[in-house]
């Protein structure tokens, strides 16, 4: 059994725990010194996803838009050549 908990966490879990602790407090002082806290964190996560998701949504609507502007054209002039071919 410990050797499987060895094999998940790489190593021996207090060597792994010290050394995540250990990281935390460093990339901790580094985010604080920046100026940057979970809530920034989490809420610039949010917003980035949501500028995404927008963007996804406002390509499909500009693309939707030029479809609509060439078809108020070519679908005039297909059908014009359609009844006058035959």
Do not use: C
């Not at 602790?21 to 980035?48: E, Q, Y």
Request: proline letters at 6%; zero cysteines; aromatic letters at 14%.
């Amino acid at each position: 059994m410990a050797n499987g908990i060895q094999k998940l966490l790489g190593g021996p879990p207090v060597a792994v725990l010290t050394k995540l602790v250990f990281m935390s407090i460093v990339v901790g002082a580094f985010l604080a010194l920046i100026g940057l806290t979970p809530p920034d964190l989490f809420r610039g996560i949010r917003d980035l996803i949501n500028h995404i998701f927008n963007l996804g949504f406002d390509a499909v609507e500009t693309v939707f838009r030029y479809f609509v502007y060439g078809a108020v054209i070519v679908v005039p002039i297909w059908l014009f050549t359609r009844l006058f071919r035959g």
